[in-house]
Protein backbone atom coordinates (compact mmCIF):
# COMPACT_ATOMS: atom_id res chain seq x y z
CA UNK A 1 0.00 0.00 0.00
CA UNK A 2 1.47 3.22 -0.73
CA UNK A 3 2.22 5.47 1.49
CA UNK A 4 0.58 8.52 2.62
CA UNK A 5 2.08 11.49 4.11
CA UNK A 6 0.63 13.14 7.16
CA UNK A 7 -0.48 16.25 5.28
CA UNK A 8 -2.50 14.43 3.07
CA UNK A 9 -4.00 12.18 5.70
CA UNK A 10 -4.37 15.02 7.84
CA UNK A 11 -7.80 16.44 5.63
CA UNK A 12 -9.17 13.14 5.55
CA UNK A 13 -9.73 12.22 8.77
CA UNK A 14 -11.22 15.98 9.65
CA UNK A 15 -13.89 14.62 6.92
CA UNK A 16 -14.29 11.05 8.28
CA UNK A 17 -14.41 12.80 11.84
CA UNK A 18 -17.23 15.60 10.77
CA UNK A 19 -18.85 12.64 8.97
CA UNK A 20 -18.70 10.30 11.90
CA UNK A 21 -20.15 12.59 14.53
CA UNK A 22 -22.11 14.67 12.54
CA UNK A 23 -23.87 11.30 12.22
CA UNK A 24 -23.36 9.82 15.68
CA UNK A 25 -22.65 12.95 17.88
CA UNK A 26 -19.60 13.87 19.30
CA UNK A 27 -19.58 11.16 22.09
CA UNK A 28 -19.17 8.46 19.59
CA UNK A 29 -16.21 10.31 18.06
CA UNK A 30 -13.28 8.53 19.97
CA UNK A 31 -9.84 8.13 17.55
CA UNK A 32 -10.70 4.02 17.17
CA UNK A 33 -14.08 5.19 15.54
CA UNK A 34 -12.83 7.93 13.23
CA UNK A 35 -9.80 5.48 12.15
CA UNK A 36 -12.67 2.69 11.66
CA UNK A 37 -14.37 5.62 9.76
CA UNK A 38 -11.72 6.42 7.25
CA UNK A 39 -10.44 2.55 7.28
CA UNK A 40 -7.01 3.47 8.57
CA UNK A 41 -5.63 2.12 11.88
CA UNK A 42 -6.28 4.09 14.99
CA UNK A 43 -2.13 4.63 15.14
CA UNK A 44 -2.39 6.77 12.33
CA UNK A 45 -5.08 9.31 13.72
CA UNK A 46 -2.52 9.45 16.78
CA UNK A 47 0.58 10.09 14.60
CA UNK A 48 -1.32 12.34 12.35
CA UNK A 49 -2.76 14.81 15.31
CA UNK A 50 -1.42 13.73 18.52
CA UNK A 51 -4.19 13.61 20.43
CA UNK A 52 -8.14 13.34 20.27
CA UNK A 53 -8.62 17.13 21.41
CA UNK A 54 -6.03 18.18 18.85
CA UNK A 55 -8.03 16.65 16.57
CA UNK A 56 -11.51 18.06 17.36
CA UNK A 57 -9.52 21.47 17.43
CA UNK A 58 -9.27 20.71 14.19
CA UNK A 59 -12.24 19.52 13.36
CA UNK A 60 -13.90 22.82 14.95
CA UNK A 61 -11.36 24.79 12.77
CA UNK A 62 -12.72 23.84 9.87
CA UNK A 63 -16.23 24.17 10.43
CA UNK A 64 -15.21 27.77 11.45
CA UNK A 65 -13.66 27.90 8.05
CA UNK A 66 -16.49 26.63 6.37
CA UNK A 67 -19.32 29.04 8.31
CA UNK A 68 -16.62 31.89 7.49
CA UNK A 69 -16.70 31.00 3.72
CA UNK A 70 -20.26 30.44 3.78
CA UNK A 71 -21.01 34.23 5.57
CA UNK A 72 -18.57 35.54 2.44
CA UNK A 73 -20.54 33.57 -0.60
CA UNK A 74 -23.82 34.69 0.87
CA UNK A 75 -23.56 38.42 0.37
CA UNK A 76 -24.79 39.81 -2.74
CA UNK A 77 -22.85 42.27 -5.00
CA UNK A 78 -25.62 44.59 -5.56
CA UNK A 79 -28.90 45.84 -3.77
CA UNK A 80 -29.48 48.02 -0.79
CA UNK A 81 -28.18 47.61 2.69
CA UNK A 82 -31.70 45.76 4.29
CA UNK A 83 -31.99 43.88 1.18
CA UNK A 84 -28.18 42.49 1.73
CA UNK A 85 -28.74 41.75 5.42
CA UNK A 86 -32.22 40.06 4.07
CA UNK A 87 -29.85 37.72 1.51
CA UNK A 88 -27.36 37.24 3.47
CA UNK A 89 -29.60 35.71 6.63
CA UNK A 90 -32.04 33.57 3.90
CA UNK A 91 -29.10 32.33 2.75
CA UNK A 92 -27.16 30.92 6.11
CA UNK A 93 -30.94 30.13 7.19
CA UNK A 94 -31.00 27.82 3.71
CA UNK A 95 -27.82 26.01 5.01
CA UNK A 96 -29.01 25.16 8.31
CA UNK A 97 -31.82 23.60 6.72
CA UNK A 98 -29.47 21.36 4.39
CA UNK A 99 -27.10 20.83 6.66
CA UNK A 100 -28.50 20.51 10.11
CA UNK A 101 -26.51 18.04 11.15
CA UNK A 102 -23.21 20.02 10.87
CA UNK A 103 -24.50 22.88 12.62
CA UNK A 104 -25.63 20.80 15.28
CA UNK A 105 -22.20 19.56 15.58
CA UNK A 106 -20.90 22.68 15.68
CA UNK A 107 -22.90 23.65 18.90
CA UNK A 108 -21.68 19.85 20.56
CA UNK A 109 -17.76 20.69 19.82
CA UNK A 110 -18.29 24.10 21.55
CA UNK A 111 -19.53 23.07 24.72
CA UNK A 112 -17.18 20.20 24.39
CA UNK A 113 -14.79 22.95 24.53
CA UNK A 114 -15.66 24.70 27.35
CA UNK A 115 -15.44 21.78 29.54
CA UNK A 116 -11.92 21.32 28.04
CA UNK A 117 -8.73 23.02 28.85
CA UNK A 118 -6.93 23.11 26.01
CA UNK A 119 -9.40 23.79 23.74
CA UNK A 120 -10.57 27.03 25.44
CA UNK A 121 -8.46 29.02 22.89
CA UNK A 122 -9.48 27.49 19.46
CA UNK A 123 -13.31 27.71 20.95
CA UNK A 124 -12.96 31.45 21.43
CA UNK A 125 -11.11 31.56 18.01
CA UNK A 126 -14.79 29.92 16.38
CA UNK A 127 -16.64 33.25 17.40
CA UNK A 128 -13.77 35.93 17.04
CA UNK A 129 -13.31 34.62 13.21
CA UNK A 130 -17.43 34.72 13.07
CA UNK A 131 -18.26 37.59 14.46
CA UNK A 132 -15.04 39.44 12.55
CA UNK A 133 -15.96 37.92 8.87
CA UNK A 134 -19.67 39.37 9.92
CA UNK A 135 -18.53 42.74 11.65
CA UNK A 136 -16.00 43.10 7.25
CA UNK A 137 -19.42 42.24 5.91
CA UNK A 138 -21.35 44.49 7.68
CA UNK A 139 -19.25 47.88 6.99
CA UNK A 140 -18.33 47.06 3.38
CA UNK A 141 -21.85 46.55 2.64
CA UNK A 142 -22.73 49.99 4.14
CA UNK A 143 -19.80 51.87 2.51
CA UNK A 144 -20.90 50.38 -0.79
CA UNK A 145 -24.76 51.39 -0.19
CA UNK A 146 -23.47 54.44 1.51
CA UNK A 147 -25.24 53.37 4.88
CA UNK A 148 -24.55 55.10 7.93
CA UNK A 149 -24.12 53.18 10.54
CA UNK A 150 -25.80 54.34 14.24
CA UNK A 151 -23.66 51.35 15.62
CA UNK A 152 -20.47 49.88 15.09
CA UNK A 153 -20.37 47.42 12.68
CA UNK A 154 -19.20 44.61 15.58
CA UNK A 155 -22.30 45.56 17.64
CA UNK A 156 -25.07 44.89 14.70
CA UNK A 157 -22.55 41.64 14.14
CA UNK A 158 -22.91 40.39 17.60
CA UNK A 159 -26.52 41.09 17.67
CA UNK A 160 -27.25 39.40 14.71
CA UNK A 161 -25.14 36.46 15.04
CA UNK A 162 -26.42 35.90 18.50
CA UNK A 163 -29.98 35.88 17.54
CA UNK A 164 -28.83 33.68 14.66
CA UNK A 165 -27.48 31.12 16.95
CA UNK A 166 -30.62 31.31 19.46
CA UNK A 167 -33.13 30.45 16.22
CA UNK A 168 -30.71 27.69 15.15
CA UNK A 169 -30.52 25.89 18.46
CA UNK A 170 -34.62 26.65 18.39
CA UNK A 171 -34.64 24.60 15.06
CA UNK A 172 -33.16 21.47 16.87
CA UNK A 173 -34.74 21.49 19.62
CA UNK A 174 -38.02 22.53 18.13
CA UNK A 175 -38.98 22.48 14.48
CA UNK A 176 -41.71 25.36 13.42
CA UNK A 177 -41.39 26.22 9.99
CA UNK A 178 -43.50 28.83 10.26
CA UNK A 179 -42.57 30.41 13.38
CA UNK A 180 -38.67 30.31 12.34
CA UNK A 181 -39.80 32.55 8.82
CA UNK A 182 -41.16 35.19 11.02
CA UNK A 183 -38.68 34.82 14.23
CA UNK A 184 -36.01 35.17 11.25
CA UNK A 185 -37.81 38.08 9.32
CA UNK A 186 -37.68 39.89 12.91
CA UNK A 187 -34.50 39.74 13.68
CA UNK A 188 -33.41 40.98 10.32
CA UNK A 189 -35.02 43.48 10.69
CA UNK A 190 -34.53 44.37 14.35
CA UNK A 191 -30.95 44.03 13.10
CA UNK A 192 -30.93 46.55 10.41
CA UNK A 193 -33.15 49.18 12.89
CA UNK A 194 -30.07 48.76 14.88
CA UNK A 195 -27.71 49.75 12.21
CA UNK A 196 -29.40 52.68 10.99
CA UNK A 197 -30.23 54.36 14.45
CA UNK A 198 -34.25 53.18 14.18
CA UNK A 199 -33.86 50.92 17.47
CA UNK A 200 -32.41 52.05 19.79
CA UNK A 201 -30.15 51.03 22.99
CA UNK A 202 -31.45 50.84 26.51
CA UNK A 203 -29.37 50.99 29.56
CA UNK A 204 -29.12 47.44 31.11
CA UNK A 205 -27.67 47.14 34.54
CA UNK A 206 -25.27 44.85 34.41
CA UNK A 207 -23.21 44.77 37.52
Not at 47 to 54: H, I, M, S
Not at 70 to 80: F, I, M, Y
Request: proline share 3%; net charge negative.
Amino acid sequence: MAHVSAAERRPQLIKAAIDLMAREGVAAGSTRAIAAELGVAQATVHYTFGTKEDLYRAVLKQLTDDLVAQVERAAPRDGGFAETIAALAAALWRTVREEPANYQLLSELSMFALRTPRMHEVHGGHYRDVIEATTQLLTRTAERTGQHLAQPAETVARFFLAGFDGLTIQRFAWNDEGSEAACLQALVSSAVALADGRLTLMTVPVD
